[in-house]
T-cell receptor, first 113, second 111 residues
Framework: GNSVTQMEGPVTLSEEAFLTINCTYT??????LFWYVQYPGEGLQLLLK?????DKGSNKGFEATYRKETTSFHLEKGSVQVSDSAVYFC????????????FGKGTKLTVNP | ETGVTQSPTHLIKTRGQQVTLRCSSQ?????VSWYQQALGQGPQFIFQ???????GRGNFPPRFSGLQFPNYSSELNVNALELDDSALYLC??????????FGPGTRLTVT
């Protein structure tokens, strides 16, 4: 079946540090890939997406590239801020993302000033 | 443009009771999906409705049921509540063949 494995946290960084959160997937076919972010006490917000191999999704300084050869979609940010503290979820779906999302377990990021 | 809204925000129920959670989808979105997020876990897919018909179901027992209305709003019903049903229930809506947008969730506590 389809599944997502992401780096388990928690991850603690200092402000302006470089962030990488690893995500790999297993899927039959070619899914769309997503990163969602969940701030404390809130629902999920779509952070970025990529719908085909070699696509790069980007938003708010975060980036992730869809790598079919390594079945990966690692999240990166060059300089994190305290406001980036949240839980990050990697997910896959089909039909452009309208089919059921399969999520990883989430990675909690804490950024200290 | 109004986003996805859910009600109530929080709910406390007793084991064995029944609960109904509600979701209003984002304008122009005809697909609604429901997810259960246990504490410290990723969301798990419960089911999806497309134009008022069930369009896929996850590994949840039949006591989890749903509806979608002509205006594309939706309800999630859970019968015979169990302690393990305590979780954040998330609703997400999407237009045809596009990504899903989530509401803030309903926190259900079963005692």
């Amino acid at each position: 079946g389809n599944s997502v494995t992401q780096m388990e946290g928690p991850v603690t960084l200092s402000e302006e540090a470089f962030l990488t959160i690893n995500c790999t997937y297993t899927a039959t076919g070619y899914p769309s890939l997503f990163w969602y972010v969940q701030y404390p006490g809130e629902g999920l917000q779509l952070l970025l997406k990529a719908t085909k191999a070699d696509d790069k999704g980007s938003n708010k300084g975060f980036e992730a590239t869809y790598r079919k050869e390594t079945t990966s979609f690692h999240l990166e940010k060059g300089s994190v801020q305290v406001s980036d503290s949240a839980v990050y979820f990697c997910a896959l779906s089909f039909q452009g993302g309208s089919e059921k999302l399969v999520f990883g377990k989430g990675t909690k990021l804490t950024v200290n000033p | 443009e109004t986003g996805v809204t859910q009600s109530p925000t929080h709910l406390i129920k007793t084991r064995g009771q029944q609960v109904t959670l509600r979701c209003s989808s984002q304008s122009g979105h005809n697909t609604v999906s429901w997810y259960q997020q246990a504490l410290g876990q990723g969301p798990q897919f419960i089911f999806q409705y497309y134009r008022e018909e069930e369009n896929g179901r996850g590994n949840f027992p039949p006591r989890f049921s749903g509806l979608q209305f002509p205006n594309y709003s939706s309800e999630l019903n859970v019968n015979a509540l169990e302690l393990d049903d305590s979780a954040l229930y998330l609703c997400a809506s999407s237009p045809d063949l596009r990504e899903q947008y989530f509401g803030p969730g309903t926190r259900l506590t079963v005692t």
